[in-house]
């Protein structure tokens, strides 16, 4: 038997079922692959109804439908283009009817029950509204979210990043192009020290790479090449020494990699063609060209010619930058990113302390003050991340060596006098901050901080600033580190990549 309900029911996804005696509390079903005809059928109906479910506005892929049922466990299944489904994601038992899903309600909140009576005049569900309380009634379990946490709703998740998508998809590379600025660029057969001292005077992390030859760009010189250049330094002094890292160009030193790459340093890749970017790029192609090619910047690149001849460089696009356009568009509408007022510990993202005795667990990568700046490189280019929490014995943060902090090496030739495998990362901070500033000083710029109980927003503001890649999740008052998110998560977890 199908039932279609009122019309009013119908258009708001919301049906009234009372599956008990006793106090209801609200349950949201989303069904968020598609369909034309959707509804949900299980125990609270006896299997006996097909409650219908409407699209979310904006999401014609997303559908739901709310219902009112009593406190404890549920079973159910969707209905979709004459065909049962039930979700892979969300938590499942065999049972009479195969494999169903299940829901487990454990909180009351009464004060919602007239909102969600079909009956009631207004009651009509506004997508736009941030509907807190609906988040918080469904119990569920999910292996990167610290234990004890209740996790945000899958409704949440997918109406947000259906709006995020839509975003992303509407505004182009303009958006990120700044009034005015500059965009330094690298002719490859400048010495390499120098072009490091460049970077480190400008305070840029990154610079495009023009060959004056063949008139293009042709790569990017970062962090990484110096790390990896003072890495051979030390293990391979006969090959490039001191002096020689004076008359050394960018282009031998590209083509020195290339030929080693593959031998040494996984993490190292040489692009045959230069990733790039054209301003007339979706915010959301840029962000996943980033992603899929594993590189924090891509240079935006306008030629007029069809060949591609005298390209003109406008901007360095990055995630940070991206996201900061998200965050300016959504941060003063929040209700319609469901997800942004949530806890940051109850939303599937980042790396977190795993739990004692997991086999399959990972620890957070992280160095005392007293660890060598050899074994902090050695982490940066291994682990292949862009930065590294320094802790002390407790585990609380004090500070954090970034790729970017190497190029402070470069100022005085200090790289020509020091051994990486003596010097300290307490020792290297120091050259890149002021005399009298004291170890454990936050760096607004580099060490950015958060707690567990924050909310996504506060997490994606701190990650909007320039230099910034990864936000710490720490405990408060100890500042013991709990977790790591990065850029990099929170797009993926956006895009659903």
């Not at 992280?366 to 862009?386: D, E, F, H, I, K």
Request: charged letters at 20%; a negative charge; aromatic letters at 8%.
């Amino acid at each position: 038997m199908f039932s279609h309900g009122a019309d009013s029911a119908h258009d708001a996804g919301t049906v009234g079922v009372s599956s008990g005696v006793g106090a209801t509390v609200p349950a949201r079903f989303v069904w968020p692959y598609g369909g034309k005809r959707v509804f949900v059928s299980g125990s609270f109906t006896r299997w006996s109804e097909h409650l219908p479910m409407s699209p979310v506005e904006g999401c014609p892929t997303v559908f739901q439908a709310i219902c009112s049922l009593s406190p404890g466990i549920h079973e159910y299944k969707f209905y979709v283009d004459g065909e049962w489904r039930h979700d892979e994601r969300q938590p499942t038992i065999s049972g009479e009817f195969g494999i169903v899903n299940t829901l487990y309600l454990t909180r009351e909140f009464n004060q919602i029950n007239a909102l969600l009576n079909p009956s009631t005049p207004g009651s009509r569900m506004n997508m736009d509204v941030d509907n807190e309380n609906f988040q918080h009634t469904v119990t569920l379990s999910d292996g990167t979210i610290p234990e004890g946490t209740v996790r945000v709703s899958e409704a949440a998740i997918q109406i947000s990043r259906c709006r995020v998508s839509e975003y992303l998809n509407l505004h182009t590379c303009y958006d990120l192009l700044p009034d005015s600025g500059k965009v330094i660029a690298l002719d490859i057969n400048l010495p390499v020290k120098q072009s490091f001292h460049i970077l480190h005077e400008q305070g840029i992390p990154v610079a495009p790479l023009w060959d004056s030859f063949r008139g293009q760009f042709v790569g990017l010189l970062s962090p990484l090449d110096f790390i990896l250049i003072l890495r051979e330094l030390e293990t391979h002094g006969s090959n490039l020494t001191e002096d020689q890292l004076e008359t050394h160009t960018i282009s031998a030193w590209k083509e020195a990699k290339r030929q080693t790459c593959g031998r040494n340093d996984g993490q190292w890749r040489a692009h045959q063609h230069l990733v790039h970017a054209t301003p007339y790029e979706s915010l959301r192609d840029i962000a996943v060209k980033l992603l899929q090619n594993d590189i924090s910047t891509v240079p935006v690149i306008y030629s007029s010619s069809s060949d591609g001849s005298f390209p003109q460089l406008l901007h360095l696009a990055s995630l940070s930058g991206i996201l900061k356009c998200i965050f300016r568009y959504f941060k003063n509408s929040t209700g319609n990113l469901p997800i942004l007022n949530q806890p940051v510990c109850s939303i599937p993202l980042g790396s977190w302390v795993p739990k004692i005795g997991d086999p399959n667990s990972r620890p957070l990568a992280m160095l005392r003050p007293n660890a060598s700046l050899s074994s902090a490189l050695n982490m940066l280019v291994q682990a292949g991340v862009s930065s590294i929490p320094i802790v002390d014995e407790n585990d609380s943060l004090l500070d954090t060596y970034s790729r970017s902090d190497i190029t402070a090496l470069a100022k005085d030739k200090v790289y020509t006098h020091v051994r990486l495998d003596e010097m300290t990362i307490h020792q290297a901070l120091q050259l890149g901050q002021d005399a009298n500033t004291p170890f454990g000083f936050f760096n607004g710029q580099r060490c950015q901080m958060c707690l567990r109980s924050d909310p996504l927003l506060k997490v994606m503001e701190r990650l909007a600033n320039p230099g910034v890649r990864r936000v710490f999740i720490v405990e408060a008052g100890s500042k013991r580190v709990e977790g790591i998110i990065s850029l990099s998560d929170i797009f993926k977890f956006l895009l659903s990549l």
